[in-house]
């Protein structure tokens, strides 16, 4: 299994522009989580769905932010339109069920940094 | 209001001896804790965790204690080796919010050879 897979790894966008981060999970994982991370905040979890339908997406920060899971094994993160603000390593995460999750860890992707200028 | 505390932001251990990573929290809600590493450019990845009905979790090299009347945990490495080098981040998660982690900011643990 190739794990979890984030596109693109890097992103270097203007103000104002659409940014779409891609996930793919790994395959029979059903829950999926965004993070972001920063220096000054750490770790924050932004949004989590589980079989497809978001649970809890009171981590994104505005409205500005979407997340979407249009089938079992792949989901985006929008940001329109972006602000510099928005500069982060954006993560997703996913687990076999969220208990397994919570015990015995997510598997994080690689991330994508996204830098707006 | 930070509930997981990492309050070294970086550790230098010589290779062989043992590291040793501390984390302190202060909900007593919290039921399970976790540690992640992390290289640059990578995600962090699960490494250990333990239940807070135990007080200590051992996996090969990684051994992590638990003290709930102090509210503290650490990650213990014996023997540290140079690929330990990477960001420890503990993590915690309460009863009742079966998804919801909550992070420390991190340690950076440097292995000298």
């Known amino acids: 299994d190739a794990g979890v897979i984030q596109s693109p790894r890097h992103e270097v966008t203007e103000m104002g522009q659409e940014v779409t981060l891609r996930c793919k999970l790994i395959?029979?994982?059903?829950?999926l989580f965004w993070y972001r991370q920063t220096m000054m905040r750490g770790l924050e979890l932004l949004i989590y769905?589980?079989?497809?339908?978001?649970?809890?997406d009171s981590g994104m920060p505005e409205d500005r932010f979407s997340a979407k899971m249009p089938n079992a094994s792949f989901s985006t993160l929008k940001i329109q339109p972006s602000e510099p603000r928005d500069s982060a390593v954006y993560f997703c995460?996913?687990?076999?069920?969220?208990?397994?999750?919570?015990?015995?860890?997510?598997?994080f992707g690689s991330g994508t940094r996204l830098t707006v200028v | 209001d930070q509930q997981v505390k990492q309050n070294s932001p970086s550790l230098s251990v010589q290779e062989g001896r043992i590291s040793i990573l501390n984390c302190d929290y202060t909900?007593?809600?919290?039921?399970?804790f976790l540690w992640y590493k992390k290289y640059p450019a990578e995600g962090p990845t699960f490494l250990i965790s333990?239940?807070?009905i135990k007080d200590k979790n051992e996996d090969g090299r990684f051994t992590v204690f638990l003290n709930k009347s102090a509210k503290h945990l650490s990650l213990h490495i014996v023997p540290s080796q140079p690929g330990d080098s990477a960001v420890y981040f503990c993590?915690?998660?309460?009863?009742?919010?079966?998804?919801?982690?909550?992070w420390g900011a991190g340690t950076k643990l440097i292995i000298k050879p």
């Open positions: 995460a996913s687990s076999l069920g969220v208990g397994q999750g919570r015990n015995y860890g997510y598997t």
């Open positions: 395959s029979g994982h059903n829950s």
């Open positions: 769905f589980n079989n497809n339908v978001p649970i809890d």
């Open positions: 909900n007593s809600m919290f039921d399970y």
């Open positions: 333990i239940s807070s």
């Open positions: 993590a915690a998660s309460r009863l009742g919010s079966n998804y919801q982690l909550i």
